[in-house]
Every structure is written in structure tokens, then in C-alpha cells.
């Protein structure tokens, strides 16, 4: 189960450590699940519990510091990272190994072959038909 502290959690710890500080001290040894613990190593267990925490919370607050600091960053990046790929396709037009190289890869329109253009008016002819005539001539 991960580690998700909440402040009824951290409360408990600590009232835990109170309690023990203020009515266990005098006890040499208290036994619990059959083992023996000072007072002092039962006010540790909670301590290491509440330590854990703040780490936690400090990673938490590190992490979302270090995302908003990405997420600027990036944005910043693509706005000139557009501008600059106009500035490579400009520079470079024609140059296919240049521009591969700078990662662009042109896109190139597909020539459509006769095959494909003759469906494509036999398609309008029936859209024609279909519509009674309606539509270019």
C-alpha cells in the first residue's frame, strides 16, 4: 500500500508522541506484540512516521515546482522551435539530407494515378445522377 499521509494520520503521530511523553517516560519497557520498547523508541517509531511525511510533502512540492518549471519551459520552446523550423525550411528548401538531419521530413503530396481519378469521376458522375442533376456540370 503507498505511503499517502493525511492529517488525520500526522495527528494521531503525534498525539501518539505526547501521550507517551506525557504519561509513559517513567516506564523502562512496554511491551507491545510481545516485544519490548523504551519509551523512547515508541516516540521514534512516530517520529520516523511524521519524518517520512515531510519528505513526502517536500518531494510533492518539489515535483510540482519542477512540472510548472517544465511546462513553462516547453511552451516557450515549441513557440520558438516554430518560428525557427520556418527559418530551416527557408535556409535549406530543397536540401532533403540537410533538412533530414535538422529532423524535418517534408511532407509530399501523392499524385493520384489514373485509376484513382477515374473512380473518382465516375463517383461524381453517380452524385450527379443522384441528385438530379443538381451540382457542377
Known amino acids: 500500500m503507498p505511503f499517502v499521509p493525511n492529517q488525520t494520520h500526522l495527528n ?6 505526547a501521550g507517551v511523553k506525557a504519561h509513559c517516560m517513567q516506564e523502562a519497557s512496554i511491551r507491545i506484540g510481545g516485544v519490548g520498547y523504551a ?3 515508541i516516540i521514534q517509531v512516530y517520529q520516523d512516521d511524521l519524518d517520512a511525511a ?3 510533502a517536500q ?9 510548472s518549471r517544465a511546462g513553462r519551459i516547453r511552451a516557450s520552446t515549441q513557440a520558438f522551435d516554430a518560428t525557427f523550423k520556418c527559418w530551416i525550411e527557408g535556409s535549406y528548401a ?5 533538412l533530414d538531419d535538422f ?6 503530396r501523392a499524385t493520384p494515378s489514373a485509376e484513382t481519378k477515374a473512380k473518382a469521376a465516375e463517383k461524381a458522375q453517380i452524385t450527379k445522377a443522384a441528385r438530379y442533376g443538381a451540382g457542377k456540370t
Open 12 to 17: 494521531v503521530d503525534h498525539a501518539r508522541i
Open 39 to 41: 519509551p523512547a523508541e
Open 54 to 56: 515531510e519528505q513526502v
Open 103 to 108: 529532423g524535418l521530413v517534408l511532407k509530399t
Open 94 to 98: 530543397g536540401q532533403l539530407a540537410v
Open 59 to 67: 518531494a510533492k512540492s518539489a515535483l510540482k515546482g519542477a512540472l
